[in-house]
């Protein structure tokens, strides 16, 4: 079964400082995407940022940008220049790629984020 | 870009009625939309996966007989969780994924909050 680890539950940061949220994850097919998404208070499940697994690259979005180590199976978030608004949890989420196409989201269990003035 | 509308936000029901939440894509043909539930403080659970036309699929767990799901077009898909107990009450949340054009991408509902009195 596939399974995504987000082991830090709650993290802080000082506004314009950058953190790392740490992710990790298990399976063992060769074609997936893997995403970060935010939810603010609002609940509403904003994308941040994706990654297919067969580019090498790192996914890069503004100030988002991660860590794909895919012999480790690992994808860490790098918020640079944190803003009070990145305050929200944050999901690590994966899914398998069928010719293509999008399963259902398998999440982690989120980390906390709260950026501090 | 893609938007996918739920309703209502909010909704109390009795203990022993039904309710129904919605969830439209309102700009794309959703061929498969998927239901979430969250709890408190937890990450997102996947109740089901729905394609059009056909019947949803259901996870280890869920009762489908309590929450029917109906997804009867492209563009609609309805969760109604029958005889609500308190315990049903949650938030509750649907994605959609769309043809070819946007399949690469999974779009979420704003969430409905259910509260069952």
């Known amino acids: 079964a596939q399974t995504v680890t987000q082991s830090q539950p709650e993290m802080s940061v000082q506004e314009a400082e950058t953190v790392t949220l740490s992710c990790t994850y298990d399976t063992s097919e060769s074609n997936y995407y893997l995403f970060w998404y935010k939810q603010p208070p609002s609940r509403q499940m904003i994308l941040v940022i994706r990654?297919?697994?067969?580019?090498?690259q790192n996914a890069t979005e503004n100030r988002f940008s991660v860590n794909f180590q895919k012999a480790a199976k690992s994808f860490s978030l790098k918020i640079s220049d944190s803003q009070l608004g990145d305050t929200a949890m944050y999901f690590c989420a994966f899914t398998h790629s069928y010719g293509g196409s999008q399963g259902n989201l398998i999440f982690g269990k989120g980390t906390k984020l709260s950026v501090k003035p | 870009g893609a938007v996918v509308s739920q309703h209502p936000s909010r909704v109390i029901c009795k203990s022993g009625t039904s309710v129904k939440i919605e969830c439209r894509s309102l700009d794309f043909q959703a061929t498969t939309m998927f239901w979430y539930r969250q709890f408190p403080k937890q990450s997102l659970m996947l109740m089901a996966t729905s394609n059009e036309g056909s019947k949803a699929t259901y996870e280890q767990g869920v009762e489908k007989d309590k929450f029917l799901i109906n997804h009867a077009s492209l563009t609609l898909s309805t969760l109604t969780v029958t005889s609500a107990h308190p315990e049903d009450s949650s938030f509750y949340i649907c994605?959609?994924?769309?043809?070819?054009?946007?399949?690469?991408?999974?779009?979420f509902g704003e969430g409905s909050w259910l509260t069952v009195v």
């Open positions: 994605s959609a994924r769309g043809r070819r054009e946007v399949r690469n991408t999974i779009y």
């Open positions: 990654q297919e697994a067969y580019k090498q």
